[in-house]
Nanobody, 122 residues
């Protein structure tokens, strides 16, 4: 079970950190990812991290501005978002997959959180 939180309203250029708390033993062997869905658009991949934290992927649209990390002792994955833009406005979801391979498509993730809304004002 995953629970994402930390969303809110922020001005363009600002920062926000999302957290996703996971329960269950699968967290330690999971690839954890963040996806987002903007109004009227499909859900899209944002970032993913493997269980050791050594393998990380970012979407081109957030690379250099967002940083994903995880704390296995706390069963939590984070998404530090800097230099936010209005186009980053979306509901952000954390997701997990039990297989250790890195994936970017939502159907390849079995576990999903409820989403947290990030709104970036211009």
């Amino acid at each position: 079970q995953l629970q994402a939180y930390g969303g809110g309203l922020v001005q363009a250029g600002g920062s926000l950190t999302l957290s996703c708390a996971a329960s269950g033993r699968t967290f330690l062997t999971s690839v954890m990812g963040w996806f987002r869905q903007a109004p009227g658009k499909d859900r899209e991949f944002v970032s993913a991290i493997n269980w050791r934290g050594f393998d990380i992927n970012y979407a081109d649209s957030v690379r250099g501005r967002f940083t994903i990390s995880r704390d296995n002792a706390k069963n939590t994955v984070y998404l530090q978002m800097n230099i936010l833009k209005p186009e980053d406005t979306a509901v952000y979801y954390c997701a997990g997959r039990s297989a250790p391979t890195m994936k970017v498509r939502e159907y390849e993730y079995e576990y999903w959180g409820q989403g947290t809304l990030v709104t970036v004002s211009s």
